[in-house]
């Protein structure tokens, strides 16, 4: 189920993830996120790619792995994500 992002990371916390992390050192970020009814919860993803969306250079496109509290696991995670207004949308990677 896809889910919407309210809130996020700003830019640089962005870019840190992707360029100050590691495999041993992940650097985890948090987004609220909206999915159905179930009302707003904190998720935590670990990115592993950041394309840039259009020319405002405020939009991305994320690949990540969400690591999930409700669901109990984890799973890969496309994410549209504006860090002008700090929202989106992550939908889950179906394997």
Not at 16 to 36: E, K
Not at 51 to 71: C, H, P, V, Y
């Amino acid at each position: 189920m896809a889910a919407t992002i309210t809130n996020g990371p700003c830019k640089m916390d962005l870019m840190l993830a992707l360029f100050d992390a590691s495999n041993d050192r992940p650097r985890p970020l948090v987004f609220s996120v909206m999915r159905g009814s179930a009302g707003s919860e904190a998720i935590t993803v670990h990115v592993s790619s950041v394309q840039r969306e259009g020319g405002s250079g405020e939009s991305f496109n994320i690949t990540a792995l969400w690591q999930s509290k409700t669901d109990g696991g984890s799973f890969n995670v496309v994410m549209y994500y504006s860090t002008k207004t700090r929202t989106g949308y992550a939908t889950p990677i179906r394997q």
